[in-house]
């Protein structure tokens, strides 16, 4: 949740990527497409700054069809770009 709006949202998902919603989470677009690895598996925003998020990606290797991860990646911009870190 971004807390400067708090209808704007951030989700990620394993194979679903980066998704974003700017009405409290009645609609969802797709907001990472075109990241070298899909499987997010962790999301956090840097408490000074809530323009600055990290995305964590792959999954555990605890379960047979894990997805495996590209590192982490970077956004400075509240989510519109990402680099990889």
Known sequence: IDPANPQRLIA?????GIWN??????SWTP????LPNLAICSLARD????????AGTGEGLFNGDAIGG????????????????
């Not at 907001?31 to 075109?34: A, K, L, M, N, Q």
């Open 21 to 26: 919603s700017t009405d409290a989470g009645a």
């Open 70 to 85: 590209a590192g982490i990646f970077k956004s400075t911009d509240g989510g519109d770009t990402w680099q990889e870190i």
């Open 47 to 54: 408490p000074r700054n809530a323009d600055v998020l990290y």
């Open 12 to 16: 990620g998902m394993v194979s679903g």
């Open 31 to 34: 907001y990472s497409d075109w």
